[in-house]
């Protein structure tokens, strides 16, 4: 990658507790590159929310590094609150981080602790707010938990956003969400990108998320990264993800299913818009699954 903004080089992490020793995370390299989408992906216990804890210095490597911007977060010498300036976090479920008697008020709690101006305070909540599509005029008085479960998990996001991250790290963070919910979340998320040049870092093990999100994958199990590639290289290995207890997106199988009995299609069609022209194209090229002709 010609631009990482985080990279980590044979990263191992162990928790100890008296005389118990488990280690979470096992050599792990990899770089994430600035303005990049990325997903860590893998079952329960495969060590990805421990890995990204010490991108903003929640856990700091057993051995190994971890390089945030140029930090060093193993070093004795980095300052916490500047790294966790760079690179913002939120965990599973973060409306549960709302506390706030209103929504401007949680948005605006990360800003004024920097001590700086209220008006100051006032643009980054506004436009915090903007970015996730919740107006201050309109929802900025209102109590956070009179929204509804999508729009408090915006709040929550902007109220990371208000602090100008360079990195933003999510957590499952559509878990609980309707279909409405996820794919307006995804709009967002894409936009912040573009709008921002935020680079962004989604824990998921939902395989259609990461097909609608991210443009490189990594793939941990039992602490150890066992993949990595583009989604559509990281879904092209079906047998594989099988081993690591992870299946493709449903389109990826379809498409699959149509490869394998000879309809000529893509491997890079990870949404359903995409898969369906890429069928309409082959049916009109004259490929039919089993080698039949196009209808005429």
Request: aromatic share 4%; hydrophobic share 40%.
């Given at each position: 990658?010609?631009?990482?903004?985080?990279?980590?080089?044979?990263?191992?992490?162990?928790?100890?507790?008296?005389?118990?020793?488990?280690?979470?995370?096992?050599?792990?390299?990899?770089?994430?590159?600035?303005?990049?989408?990325?997903?860590?992906?893998?079952?329960?216990?495969?060590?990805?929310?421990?890995?990204?804890?010490?991108?903003?210095?929640?856990?700091?490597?057993?051995?190994?590094?971890?390089?945030?911007?140029?930090?060093?977060?193993?070093?004795?010498?980095?300052?916490?609150?500047?790294?966790?300036?760079?690179?913002?976090?939120?965990?599973?479920?973060?409306?549960?981080?709302?506390?706030?008697?209103?929504?401007?008020?949680?948005?605006?709690?990360?800003?004024?602790?920097?001590?700086?101006?209220?008006?100051?305070?006032?643009?980054r909540v506004s436009a915090a707010l903007e970015a996730v599509g919740l107006s201050a005029r309109e929802h900025g008085q209102r109590s956070p938990?009179?929204?509804?479960?999508?729009?408090?998990?915006?709040?929550?996001?902007?109220?990371?956003?208000?602090?100008?991250?360079?990195?933003?790290?999510?957590?499952?963070?559509?878990?609980?969400?309707?279909?409405?919910?996820?794919?307006?979340?995804?709009?967002?998320?894409?936009?912040?990108?573009?709008?921002?040049?935020?680079?962004?870092?989604?824990?998921?093990?939902?395989?259609?998320?990461?097909?609608?999100?991210?443009?490189?994958?990594?793939?941990?199990?039992?602490?150890?990264?066992?993949?990595?590639?583009?989604?559509?290289?990281?879904f092209a290995q079906p047998e594989a993800l099988l081993r690591w207890g992870l299946r493709p997106p449903p389109i990826s199988e379809l498409l699959?299913?149509?490869?394998?009995?000879?309809?000529?299609?893509?491997?890079?069609?990870?949404?359903?818009?995409?898969?369906?022209?890429?069928?309409?194209?082959?049916?009109?090229?004259?490929?039919?699954?089993?080698?039949?002709?196009?209808?005429?």
């Amino acid at each position: 990658m010609t631009d990482a903004l985080i990279v980590t080089r044979n990263l191992t992490h162990t928790y100890r507790s008296g005389s118990m020793t488990v280690t979470a995370v096992r050599d792990v390299s990899l770089e994430i590159e600035r303005g990049s989408t990325v997903a860590i992906i893998g079952i329960t216990g495969s060590g990805k929310t421990t890995l990204v804890q010490h991108f903003n210095g929640l856990l700091r490597p057993t051995s190994g590094a971890v390089i945030v911007d140029g930090l060093d977060v193993g070093s004795k010498d980095v300052s916490l609150s500047e790294l966790r300036r760079r690179v913002g976090m939120l965990f599973q479920s973060p409306e549960r981080q709302l506390f706030e008697r209103t929504v401007y008020a949680d948005v605006a709690f990360g800003p004024r602790r920097l001590g700086i101006t209220e008006a100051e305070v006032r643009a980054r909540v506004s436009a915090a707010l903007e970015a996730v599509g919740l107006s201050a005029r309109e929802h900025g008085q209102r109590s956070p938990f009179e929204l509804s479960g999508g729009q408090m998990r915006r709040a929550a996001i902007a109220g990371v956003l208000a602090m100008e991250p360079q990195v933003l790290v999510l957590d499952e963070p559509t878990v609980g969400l309707d279909a409405e919910g996820r794919s307006e979340l995804y709009g967002y998320l894409r936009r912040l990108r573009r709008d921002r040049g935020i680079t962004v870092v989604v824990v998921s093990h939902d395989m259609a998320e990461v097909a609608a999100l991210a443009d490189r994958a990594y793939v941990m199990h039992y602490g150890r990264l066992v993949m990595q590639g583009a989604p559509r290289e990281v879904f092209a290995q079906p047998e594989a993800l099988l081993r690591w207890g992870l299946r493709p997106p449903p389109i990826s199988e379809l498409l699959a299913i149509l490869r394998a009995r000879g309809l000529d299609l893509p491997h890079d069609a990870l949404s359903l818009d995409s898969a369906f022209d890429a069928i309409l194209r082959a049916r009109g090229n004259g490929h039919e699954p089993g080698g039949g002709q196009g209808v005429q």
